[in-house]
């Protein structure tokens, strides 16, 4: 249960930072549809699992198409909207996406209860259709740059910020002073390390690091950071309230 949450998250934040870039490559319009094609293709796989493992692989896809459509949409809005009108837009859209939120888990546990878990997969290929109808039909094309991605810096993220899940979800299990936990979370430092050192010295940076320096930005990250810490608490509790107080999906 814990890694269909986690796979998901997992591979959006790897990934999200490749997103952007190659967003900068082939233009943002592009990849916004590319990623929502992969959605909802990934959605229909997690609708016809048959097994957990295979719920997990396709959640783990899903995290990587999601990827691809947050930088975009984000890049999409300041092309398309005069700075004066940015702000309104993007509240729009952080109100509209706040709102189904909240509404998402209400829906989903209706479905479970009333039809089967699946159909919590199968409602995104209706509204992925019509997301990708509304982009062909309405947004102009982005033309692509030559943003570069970093291959070096994205491994060094990617190892470090999985063993990082990992230690930490699998600790429980393992124990905090095992072998296996200390050895995760040695792989995590070293990654770390290697990646700080490797952003300092590259002229096209994964993670550009100087953007920390500005108070806003880091103040924001901060403020992104705890919000999500309480939210991802408040999913695992979700497991808590079903299977030990034994309350209903819905």
Excluded at 32 to 44: E, N, P
Excluded at 71 to 91: C, E, H, M, Y
Excluded at 189 to 205: Q, V
Excluded at 219 to 248: H, K, P
Aim: charged content about 10%.
């Amino acid at each position: 249960l814990q890694w269909s949450i986690d796979a998901y998250l997992l591979t959006i934040a790897v990934f999200v930072l490749v997103g952007g870039k190659l967003g900068d490559r082939i233009g943002h319009r592009r990849n916004l549809m590319t990623g929502i094609s992969g959605f909802i293709i990934c959605s229909a796989i997690c609708g016809l699992s048959t097994n957990i493992t295979m719920l997990i692989i396709a959640r783990a896809f899903q995290g990587i198409s999601a990827a691809l459509i947050f930088p975009s949409q984000t890049a999409l809005v300041a092309q398309i909207f005069p700075l004066k009108n940015r702000g309104k837009a993007t509240g729009m859209i952080v109100s509209i996406s706040s709102l189904f939120m909240i509404l998402g888990p209400l829906v989903g546990g209706y479905f479970t209860q009333v039809a089967s878990w699946h159909w919590i997969f199968w409602i995104n290929l209706p509204i992925g259709l019509i997301g990708l109808w509304l982009i062909r039909s309405f947004l102009p094309a982005s033309e692509p740059g030559k943003g570069k991605i970093d291959l070096p810096g994205f491994f060094f993220f990617a190892i470090g910020s999985s063993a990082l899940t990992i230690s930490f979800m699998e600790a429980g299990n393992w124990g905090w002073i095992s072998s296996k936990t200390m050895i995760a979370f040695l792989i995590t430092a070293i990654a770390g390390f290697l990646l700080l050192r490797r952003e300092h010295h590259t002229p096209h940076p994964f993670l550009d690091l100087t953007l920390f320096k500005r108070p806003v930005y880091a103040a924001i990250n901060i403020n992104v950071t705890i919000i999500q810490f309480i939210m991802m608490i408040s999913v695992s509790r979700i497991i808590y309230i079903q299977e030990i107080l034994g309350y209903s999906p819905l």
